[in-house]
């Protein structure tokens, strides 16, 4: 090879350069525009989310006050047998 071919001169080094950080500097802008999107589409899906919680947690203290508002089986079943007997004593109800 000729020293002349493999001379490079500080202005075509310089423009190589360039052209390169140029094609870097695209990218990176790409990247940061899909990044960009990508948490405007999870800040979305968070909103979604938080909404579905929301309803959840409505949902979830319905439950627990229609619960609340029910006595205990056990409590039912003690006033049951109780009843049973004064009906079986009053003689409104015969002993099986």
Do not use: C
């Not at 423009?15 to 990176?28: H, P, Q, R, S």
């Not at 948490?39 to 909404?51: H, P, W």
């Amino acid at each position: 090879m000729d020293k002349k071919t493999k001379k490079a001169t500080l202005d075509s080094l310089a423009a190589e350069m360039n052209a390169g950080f140029g094609k870097v500097g695209v990218g990176i802008e790409k990247l940061a525009r899909i990044t960009t999107k990508g948490f405007e589409n999870t800040a979305a899906d968070i909103k979604g989310v938080k909404s579905d919680v929301q309803t959840l947690q409505t949902d979830v203290s319905d439950i627990k006050l229609r619960l609340d508002n029910l006595a205990p089986k056990f409590e039912v079943k003690d006033l049951e047998k109780r009843v049973r007997r004064l009906e079986v004593k009053t003689g409104i109800r015969q002993e099986a």
